[in-house]
């Protein structure tokens, strides 16, 4: 944080803090606070909220929150190599794995699932640790955290960034997860066309005012059809085991 208000000051940037926004005044390009103040922008405003801000009705079908269960497992040292891995199930499962001074730390999640279809966590979690066991080939591990998280899907798979009917208001939301990744395209996507003013060569493939193909939403389609089957109903006639929490 200290590295980028360094930066911010380098470049005689104003920062509010403790003042959420409420409004946007899309004529004007003008930010309205809680208490009304208001904030008039020179000439771009950019949206970078988890969902898009507002709820614009035009993006409000462009994606989908889901629901992704995370394990903090600790492992013997070198069990697997450090790294980020995934594999290609239906609902996939993620994994990282990083050293500590006397075990390795894994990171595992998936068992996602539609965040408007109602599965008890404790069968997610009971899904989630008995792929982490398949996984591990009955090496021994050590639970020490859990917990669940909001994920931003877009309704075709693609992140949605850059202006959507103001081209003057850009937006950047639906990473999947992959918020590393796609907050560095945004950044070279928005300084190309704030401080450049010319559309960098990955401006059409992103931008939010794209009209969603049949082909993608289909291929989405058929996905979240697979996840449900095979990962939401198999676990909604889960069976939580006796005891445990």
């Known amino acids: 944080m200290r590295g980028i208000l360094n930066i911010l ?3 005689n940037v104003e920062i509010y803090e403790k003042t959420e926004a409420k409004e946007i005044n899309e004529k004007r390009v003008t930010v309205i606070s809680k208490d009304k103040k208001k904030v008039h922008a020179t000439e771009y405003i950019i949206a970078a909220t988890y969902e898009p801000f507002g709820q614009p009705f035009g993006l409000f079908f462009k994606k989908g929150m889901y629901t992704s269960y995370i394990l903090e497992a600790h ?18 499962h993620y994994f990282r794995i990083d050293p ?15 965040s408007d279809i109602h599965i008890d966590p404790e069968k997610n979690f009971e899904a989630l640790e008995e792929f982490l066991r398949e996984l591990l080939d009955e090496r021994v591990y050590t639970i020490a955290n859990r917990w669940d998280g909001p994920i931003l899907e877009p309704s075709d798979g693609l992140a949605l960034i850059g202006p959507h009917k103001n081209p003057n208001i850009l937006y950047a939301f639906g990473f999947s997860g992959n918020g590393m990744t796609y907050s560095g395209i945004s950044a070279l996507i928005f300084r190309d066309l704030i401080i ?18 049949p082909k993608a939403l289909l291929s989405k389609a058929v996905d979240y059809g697979g996840e449900f089957i095979h990962g939401a109903a198999k676990n909604i006639f889960r069976r939580t085991k006796k005891g445990k929490k």
Do not use: C
């Not at 500590?100 to 539609?114: C, K, L, N, Q, Y």
């Open 100 to 114: 500590a001074p006397s075990f390795d730390t894994m990171i595992v999640g998936g068992e996602d699932h539609r």
């Open 196 to 213: 450049e003013g010319k559309e960098n060569d990955m401006y059409a493939l992103f931008r939010a005012d794209r009209i969603l193909g």
């Open 9 to 11: 000051r380098k470049y």
């Open 75 to 92: 492992i013997s040292q070198n069990t697997i190599r450090e790294g980020i891995y995934e594999d290609t199930m239906n609902p996939y």
